[in-house]
């Protein structure tokens, strides 16, 4: 790309939301621009963050909380017409030279005449298409709509995923200045020696966790399954788990520590755009147990267990497998600690940073 650009400092806006994986996503991300020197407002869509999470964005970033929910938070189309004047009234106060947001959905009616970068972690649409094998129709359609013409708007375009991105594509349609960023997360520390137990992170009450697997599967594996995340949703969502140990919310410093110590980690998900925690679970050198969807398979082939994502008995299986097997699961946690040095928050800076000079260049030609 532009390896040879000489960059300024930017002043930043960045959208985040406070429940689910862009939270962890975008402050790692801003927390790393900001030490190259860059000046970070994250501006906050639904919940408002804990007083923990607050001080952490605070810490080096300015942090602004919208009166508009995240677009998956509401099936009135209505409710995101503010938007655009809540960034705009940002951009002037702060005087931003490149946004970056975090559903492409919110692209929509900016009139900004800075760089506009849009990232798909996830939607409505392609996650029905993973989950439940629909397409949208009814009371979501808008959703498709809304994300096609933020896709548009977007001066660049960022899939954290190949697998996602083609997902994208095949919901959406081709979609133009589309490019593959991993994740990255920040390094996680080695216990001094691990537990006989299972770890799993997600939002439970999200189907497409699957949490239902995830618990059958506890109630015949030989380590107790401890399962951290909250188990109801926003909107009311909810799901049971009665054979894992639910922990609810964790806070992340006790999230990452008992990542470092469990035997395995497990992620039964059947609809992931990239996994955050497989890669922290990994960079602690914890063996994986994971789904076998696409993005897992990109991500981490060769380095974990994989078991067909609905079926309970083939993840108990690879539980117990490797829980029998301590020279393998030393071997799969050590080559999970070496696929996950790939993913680093530097090498997804630095990619981010070469899309941002890409979306200067389309802005500038507009």
């Not at 189309?77 to 002037?92: G, K, Q, Y």
């Not at 298409?129 to 096609?148: K, N, P, S, T, Y």
């Not at 050198?285 to 309970?312: C, H, K, M």
Request: aromatic letters at 8%; charged letters at 20%.
């Amino acid at each position: 790309m532009l390896q040879s650009l000489i960059r300024h400092p930017r002043r930043i806006l960045m959208t985040t939301d406070a429940v689910g994986g862009v939270w962890r996503y975008s402050l790692d991300l801003a927390r790393a621009m900001a030490a190259e020197g860059n000046s970070i407002v994250l501006a906050g869509l639904g919940p408002e963050p804990s007083r923990d999470q607050a001080a952490e964005a605070r810490s080096f970033a300015t942090l602004a909380w919208l009166r508009t929910p995240p677009d998956w938070m509401t099936r009135d189309e209505n409710d995101l017409d503010r938007l655009p004047a809540e960034l705009d009234a940002l951009v002037s106060a702060h005087a931003i030279d490149l946004v970056h947001l975090n559903a492409p959905s919110q692209a929509v009616g900016l009139e900004l005449r800075c760089p506009i970068v849009a990232v798909s972690h996830s939607c409505v649409v392609t996650w029905l298409h993973a989950v439940r094998g629909d397409v949208i129709a009814g009371d979501w359609v808008w959703q498709w709509e809304r994300h096609r013409a933020g896709f548009e708007r977007a001066d660049a375009v960022i899939a954290p995923s190949r697998s996602h991105a083609t997902a994208l594509q095949a919901c959406y349609g081709p979609i133009a200045r589309l490019s593959v960023v991993h994740n990255g997360a920040i390094p996680g520390c080695t216990a001094e020696g691990r537990d006989t137990f299972v770890f799993a992170a997600a939002r439970w009450w999200d189907e497409g966790k699957n949490a239902d697997a995830l618990d059958k599967a506890a109630a015949i594996a030989p380590w107790p399954v401890y399962a951290a995340g909250s188990l109801k949703g926003p909107d009311g969502q909810r799901a049971q788990l009665d054979n894992c140990s639910a922990l609810g919310r964790v806070g992340y410093a006790e999230v990452r520590r008992m990542m470092a110590r469990a035997g395995i980690f497990v992620s039964p998900s059947i609809y992931e755009p990239f996994g955050l925690a497989a890669l922290e679970a990994a960079s602690s050198g914890t063996p994986l147990v994971l789904a076998d969807i696409p993005t897992y398979r990109e991500i981490w082939d060769g380095a974990a267990l994989f078991f067909e994502a609905r079926d309970a008995q083939g993840l108990a299986g690879c539980i117990a497998r490797l829980a029998g097997d301590d020279e393998l699961r030393g071997r799969l946690g050590r080559h999970a600690a070496e696929r996950a040095r790939r993913f680093s928050l530097p090498a997804q800076s630095g990619a981010t940073s070469e899309i941002y000079d890409l979306a200067a260049v389309a802005a500038a030609g507009r």
